[in-house]
């Protein structure tokens, strides 16, 4: 059976348009900081360190000032492998070559979720609204499983020539405050993880309403009309 495009008039239908915007919204998060770290330090009084973190191999922010401070405990920024980060990683540092393949990840996801949206019909475009949510979250999931057990390695395998010694094994959380020695980090998602959140929750709103062809106009009247229902019964 050859192909057919959707009519233009489909993509009104919420089961369709927010998939498109959620793969426009995992490109665009590639532009913007996953993770912040605002970091608390003695050596630096009067400020505070800021460091973001992308889903390809860049570190913006305090970044030199912040590798001063780990040298001192031999916690080193990780080496990507494959990709040439801002910075020079150090020869002790934790290989990560799939932060290398972030960008890949939020592609595929994105290509996968545009892919969907241009299904023919409505039971394949069911099909794939349950495949893309499953998928996507299995994606993630495994992308956020294996960041914090990075995390875990490098704060276990110290430098054990670093200057200050006897600094016990740590693990920096995702999401949190923690301190080692004299540093006291917080830790916070960063813009592009957001919107790769909002882009998970329209896939999830996309899947609810996979069997209907709602569309946005429709929702508002559904919502508009809720609230006249619940004024016209508070009379």
Known sequence: MDYEIPD????????????????????????????????????????????????????????????????????????????????????????????????????AVSAATLFVSLAPDARRLKRGLTAQLVGTAVVFGVMLADIQYRLYQAGHTLDPDAPVMGVSGFTPPLWGQYKVANITSHSRFGLGAYMAVVAVALLVVAFYFRDSDATFGDLAARVTGGRAGDAEAGR
């Open 8 to 107: 233009p008039s489909a993509f009104r239908e919420l089961r369709r348009a927010l998939p498109l915007a959620a793969a426009a919204l995992f490109v665009a998060a590639l532009f913007f900081p996953m993770w912040r770290i605002a970091v608390d330090a003695v050596q630096y009084p009067s400020t505070t360190l800021h460091l973001e973190l992308y889903a390809y191999p860049r570190i913006a922010g305090d970044y030199a000032e912040m590798a001063n401070l780990n040298k001192y405990i031999g916690f080193y920024y990780p080496d990507p492998v494959y990709w040439q980060p801002n910075y020079e990683p150090h020869p002790y540092a934790v290989d990560v070559p799939e932060w290398s393949l972030g960008p890949l990840a939020f592609v």
